[in-house]
Each structure stands twice: as C-alpha cells, then as structure tokens.
C-alpha cells in the first residue's frame, strides 16, 4: 500500500514509541478500509496537548473544550488540482496527551493501547466513516474492534456493548 503516515509531537508527555505506534495503528486502519485503486495516499497525526485540542475543537467545531481525537477530513473540493500519480491527501488526525492519559487510566487501558484505538477510529473518519446513528456506529465500532486486533489490543467496546436485539445507552465513543 503506497500511503504516507506523517506523525509530529507538537506537546505533551507521550511514550517514546508514540509516533512509531500511531504510524502502526494508522497503517492498520487503511489496510482495513482504505480502497487501493484511489492511490497513493498521505495522512498526518498529530501528537498535542488538551491547550491546542482545546483551541483546535473550539475554533473548528464549536465545542469550547477539549477533546480526545479529532480528525480534519480533506474533501475532493479542497483538494489543490494535482497530477494523476499525486496522493491523496487524507487528513489530520490530532491528539490531546492530557485527555487520552486520563480517558486510558479511567478505563483500566494502557495510554498506548487508547492512543492506538483513537488513531484507528480518527483514521476511519477520515475514510468516511461516522457514529451519528446507531448503524453508523456499530459499524465503526466493528471495523475498529477488528483493526485492533490485528495489532492484539482487546475490544475497547466489550465491557459497554449490550447484548444482541437491546439498546446501548452507556456508551461513548470517541469524539471526532
């Protein structure tokens, strides 16, 4: 697969192999999901603190606060005229180091293990997927569970999914 994963550490106190297992963890969802015959393709992620989360979530999305992953699609109609051999450029996928610390000891996870989850699941948005509805959703949620087990992380959904024909009421997922 000819995609680019570009990863920066502009703040905060992530793990020394941070950008090694985020360039994994993206590699892994466009393996999954990402349509070869598009081409080439170019991505970033960007490793932040909650402060340019924060401003970032504010700014763009409306939401004064901050957030764990955030993800900047490029559409087709921002895309620069480029020549046909040119990548696509898929996006930004963007992590506050405060909110992920935090979320992962709430859970019972390792920082790494969420770090991998949210990068799969703002990779997916950046492919088209969403959780607006409750298909939507489970869909996403599949895929990812299924990516991340690829890279031997357990089901980060297991412990709120409802059992088959009921409603989930409890669970959250990852922010956009």
Known sequence: MAVDVAVSREAGAWADDAEWLCER???AALAAS??????PAELSVVLADDALVHRLNRDYRGKDKP?????????????????????VMLGDVILAWETVA?????????????MTHLV???VLHLLG???ETDDEAEEMEQ??????????????????RSPPGEPNLDE???DR
């Open 143 to 160: 895929l990812e569970t299924e990516v991340l087990e690829t890279l031997g992380i357990a089901d980060p959904y297991a412990a709120t």
């Open 129 to 131: 997927y969403d959780h």
């Open 34 to 39: 990402y349509d070869e015959e598009e081409g």
């Open 25 to 27: 963890a993206a590699l």
């Open 102 to 114: 935090r979320e992962a000891a709430e859970q019972g996870k390792t920082p790494s293990d969420h």
């Open 172 to 174: 959250q997922p990852p």
């Open 120 to 122: 799969v699941h703002g």
């Open 67 to 87: 957030t764990n992953v955030l993800s900047f699609a490029l559409t087709e109609a921002e895309e620069p005229e480029l020549g046909e051999d040119a990548p």
